[in-house]
């Protein structure tokens, strides 16, 4: 399993942009899927973005598309998610994790980081 080290999270107020990095090491394979999920205040942890190690094909869900985007440095084992026009719906602790395939299911994502909070204040 991999590593994962979410950091870049914090305070911003409504309108502005934060950028998420997550350092992945340990079992990192170009066919691994990365993906970002955000848990808000007694809510379930839900799908936000992924990305393919391999060919950087993405997929947003559709409350952030437009105005989030995920990348990833593979030779450096980053993956980031720059966040703009952020409003207080964003509001949540956003995780990375890896999984086998290109999903947005949870269950299926087999490694986690420890979460980078972030909060927008409106």
């Known amino acids: 399993q991999a590593t994962l080290v979410e950091s870049g999270g914090g305070l911003v107020q409504a309108g502005g942009s934060l950028r998420l990095s997550c350092a992945a090491s340990g079992h990192i394979f170009s066919w691994y899927h990365m993906g970002w999920f955000r848990q808000a205040p007694g809510k379930e942890r839900e799908f936000v973005a992924r990305?393919?190690?391999?060919?950087?094909?993405?997929y947003y869900t559709d409350s952030v598309k437009g105005r989030f985007t995920i990348s990833r440095d593979a030779a450096r084992n980053m993956v980031y998610l720059q966040m703009n026009s952020l409003n207080a719906e964003d509001t949540a602790v956003y995780y990375c994790a890896s999984a086998l395939r290109p999903t947005v299911r949870r269950a299926e994502y087999n490694s986690w980081g420890q979460g980078t909070r972030v909060t927008v204040s409106s």
């Open positions: 990305i393919s190690w391999s060919d950087g094909n993405t």
